[in-house]
């Protein structure tokens, strides 16, 4: 079961929902393989076909760009290979085109609304928490 928040522009209202953790189908490859962006779709089934896949970890994860200091949310897939290669998916920012990391534990208050700029970003007034699966 994951878990997760929604954040929301005190300026312009803009919102985000970000979510965190393993899903019941995540460990499902060919599930988790409809859910990717069609690139990093491609390579893990590029990978599947050549490789004894003897671990799928997938999981919400939430990602940071230090060029534009926005967040996102994206599906986090790790497959680990007999003979201990590693795959992972990589994103871009939508904005910038620079690589996201992930972060744990955003600071709210570091990150700027995608929509107006502002630095105004916190909980939403309606949704404290959610549980999802």
Not at 29 to 36: A, E, P, S, Y
Not at 37 to 49: F, R, T
Not at 123 to 132: L, Y
């Amino acid at each position: 079961m994951g878990w997760g928040t929604v954040i929301e522009c005190k300026s312009c209202g803009y919102n985000l929902e970000l979510l965190e953790g393993p899903g019941m189908g995540y460990c499902d490859l060919d599930f988790v393989i409809t859910m990717l962006e069609s690139d990093q779709a491609q390579k893990a089934l590029e990978l599947k076909d050549r490789f004894e896949i003897i671990r799928v970890d997938g999981y919400m994860k939430i990602y940071e760009c230090h060029s534009c200091n926005v967040l996102s949310n994206y599906l986090c897939l790790q497959l680990f290979f007999e003979g201990g290669g590693k795959f992972e998916t990589t994103y871009l920012c939508d904005k910038c085109k620079s690589h996201l990391e992930i972060i744990e534990e955003p600071v709210l208050s570091d990150y700027v609304c995608p929509e107006c700029g502002n630095s105004t970003l916190g909980p939403s007034s309606f949704i404290a928490r959610i549980d999802w699966d």
